[in-house]
């Protein structure tokens, strides 16, 4: 068989044609001399088909990430059956602090009326760095909500600290959401607020929070402005309240001593302090109780004996020694925390074992 074109023996023809006139004819690779591309120099962003994408380690592999992904979404082929292409970076070169040269080289492939072609070519992408609009509202002090953290009584130096770490690694967790940032963080003497990007996940750190630590959340808004569609703008207040109780501190209710093991949602799971039994009080249950101390607050001691009904403990701060009623596993020699009352009484502190998840009961 002779092709159409060229008249050159084939032993097989596409429409006619030989694979070379076959390939010249039919097959088209488009893609611009000069392709553009955008990076977040902040957060590292490439900016995609109208997106964001965020998750690369360095402002090069960004740049490569976004060259790479301008050429495929430029890249037009016909002709070919089952066509793939393969990006290969060659060359990075940063033109001014704003501006990066990308090069590559494109090969593309695929069957070629009966045969397999390959078509090759070499492309520079202009990546300009610049903000997304996320990072550009972070450093203009943008925020749509203020996330406000308070405690019974205040918040120590420590609470402080933890609450602020669990915040910041919640939005950490968000990333690669929109306006995932916190603006700005201010220490009060009531407690700390923080100012979101975002409203929505101003909310998701408050729930976040309660969940971990119990407490309740309060909503309120504020007018901030109007847009220039002539849409309402609203500022956001979570008002995050902390439950009076959490792990570790000892309450009195209705004349048993109980240690607060852990804190959810509406719920304490707790440890009567006599018959070392566990239970769950809900929250507002646990509200009537008296505070008689914290876990922090408590002083070593050593079993000294163990008998029925109770251990005998030397606390070993002034090395007295006194006899606990408390159906509690423990032998001579074993180290165990104390807590003094106002009142002069000890309190026998949940055990490592006793913290531990366990059988819940109601009280």
Known sequence: MRCAVCGSEAGKLAEGLCSECYRQRKVRVELPSMIAAEVCRQCLGVLRRGRWHRGAASLEEAVEEAGAGAIEDSLRVSGLSEASATIRTLKLSMRSPREYAAEYSVRVSGLCGCEQAEVEAVRQVRVRLTLCGSCHRRASKYYEAVLQVRAHGGLSEELREELAEAVHEEVQRRKEQELAFITMQKELKEGTDFYFGSAKIAKQVAVALQRRYGGSIKVSTTLAGVSRSGKTLKRYTFAYRMPRFRAGDVLMLGGTAYQV?????????????????????????????????????AIPGVVTDTGSGGVEVMEMQGYSTVFLVADVKLRAGDEVKLLIDSDGRYHLLATPEEAEDGRRGEV
Request: positive net charge.
């Open 261 to 297: 093991l852990g804190v959810s949602a509406g719920r304490l799971r707790v440890l009567n302090l006599k018959s070392r039994q566990k239970h769950t009080l809900p929250e507002s249950l646990a509200e009537s109780g008296e505070l008689i101390g914290r876990a922090e607050e």
